[in-house]
């Protein structure tokens, strides 16, 4: 709806461009703020594969199973959660961030992982939030603040909690888009 609104602002300021130089202005403003805005919102989401892996690494139990000398990714996706129906996250169900955001920018994907020595399979599960860590509020690509395995390894299947959403969420907050 936001980017709908500055689309057809930029029309009308196009339209009334020959009247002033302001019109120019919010011509020019207003087409970059919806490049901007169309560039951020249509770009497909990424985490950061070097930390993923780390915190993978870092846990005794899986370490065991995979190292970084033999493991392979097979298969990896990562999609944009739809709606504002994530109980941990309140705080876009207010009726500002409803006005500007369709979602909570928020995500879950997947790794698909096997090691060629041990012959072990896992699927590592993880979702991401925005984030800011920093006093002027610039938001981080994403925090992952919940991820998971389900191993496979000589027929016995096991679950390995690797970062616990309660966990991160007790010192961490969301970051809320506005625009």
Request: glycine share 4%; aromatic share 16%.
């Given at each position: 709806?936001?980017?709908?609104?500055?689309?057809?602002?930029?029309?009308?300021?196009?339209?009334?461009?020959?009247?002033?130089?302001l019109?120019?202005?919010?011509?020019?403003?207003?087409?970059?703020?919806?490049?901007?805005?169309?560039r951020d919102?249509?770009?497909?989401?990424t985490?950061?594969?070097?930390?993923?892996?780390?915190?993978?690494?870092?846990?005794?139990?899986?370490?065991?199973?995979?190292?970084?000398?033999?493991?392979?990714?097979?298969?990896?996706?990562?999609e944009?959660?739809?709606?504002?129906?994530?109980?941990?996250?309140?705080?876009?169900?207010?009726?500002?961030?409803?006005?500007?955001?369709?979602?909570?920018?928020?995500?879950?994907g997947?790794?698909k992982?096997?090691?060629?020595?041990?012959?072990?399979?896992?699927?590592?599960?993880?979702?991401?939030?925005?984030?800011?860590?920093?006093?002027?509020?610039?938001?981080?690509?994403?925090?992952?603040?919940?991820?998971?395995?389900?191993?496979?390894?000589?027929?016995?299947?096991?679950?390995?909690?690797?970062?616990?959403?309660?966990?991160?969420?007790?010192?961490?907050?969301?970051?809320?888009?506005?625009?």
């Open positions: 709806m936001w980017t709908r609104s500055l689309v057809a602002y930029a029309g009308f300021s196009f339209m009334m461009f020959s009247h002033a130089p019109w120019k202005i919010h011509f020019i403003a207003t087409t970059l703020i919806t490049a901007a805005r169309i919102k249509g770009a497909e989401p985490v950061d594969e070097v930390y993923v892996l780390d915190q993978l690494f870092a846990n005794e139990k899986l370490r065991k199973l995979f190292t970084p000398e033999t493991y392979h990714i097979m298969d990896y996706d990562q944009w959660e739809q709606g504002r129906s994530n109980p941990l996250f309140p705080e876009y169900r207010q009726n500002v961030a409803k006005f500007f955001n369709v979602d909570s920018n928020t995500t879950t997947r790794y992982i096997g090691d060629v020595e041990s012959g072990a399979t896992m699927t590592l599960h993880f979702k991401t939030m925005p984030y800011s860590n920093n006093k002027y509020n610039f938001s981080e690509p994403f925090l992952v603040y919940d991820m998971w395995a389900e191993v496979s390894h000589k027929g016995e299947y096991f679950t390995e909690h690797i970062i616990k959403a309660e966990d991160t969420l007790k010192t961490k907050r969301i970051f809320v888009l506005w625009h």
